[in-house]
C-alpha cells in the first residue's frame, strides 16, 4: 500500500493535467459552499464524497465530448 502524501501527490498531479480550470473552480466552489452550509462542520470523507461525485460527472462529460 503506498502512503497518503503520495497517494495526494499523484492524484494531485493527475487532476491538474485532466482538468480544466472551469472544472477546477467549480470542484472547489461546491466545496467551499459545503463549509459554509454546514457552518464549517462537515466531515473530510463528506467533502471527499461530494469531490468524487463531481470528478465522477466530470469524467462523463470529458467522454461525451470525445
Do not use: C, P, T
Given at each position: 500500500?503506498?502512503?497518503?502524501?503520495?497517494?495526494?501527490?499523484?492524484?494531485?498531479?493527475?487532476?491538474?493535467?485532466?482538468?480544466?480550470?472551469?472544472?477546477?473552480?467549480?470542484?472547489?466552489g461546491?466545496?467551499?459552499?459545503?463549509?459554509?452550509?454546514?457552518?464549517?462542520?462537515?466531515?473530510?470523507?463528506?467533502l471527499?464524497?461530494i469531490?468524487?461525485?463531481?470528478?465522477?460527472?466530470?469524467?462523463?462529460?470529458?467522454?461525451?465530448?470525445?
Amino acid at each position: 500500500m503506498i502512503n497518503e502524501e503520495v497517494e495526494r501527490r499523484v492524484a494531485g498531479y493527475y487532476m491538474g493535467l485532466k482538468m480544466s480550470e472551469n472544472q477546477f473552480i467549480e470542484l472547489e466552489g461546491a466545496l467551499l459552499d459545503a463549509i459554509w452550509q454546514s457552518d464549517e462542520q462537515i466531515s473530510d470523507d463528506e467533502l471527499v464524497k461530494i469531490g468524487v461525485k463531481l470528478i465522477n460527472r466530470f469524467l462523463e462529460e470529458d467522454e461525451e465530448e470525445v
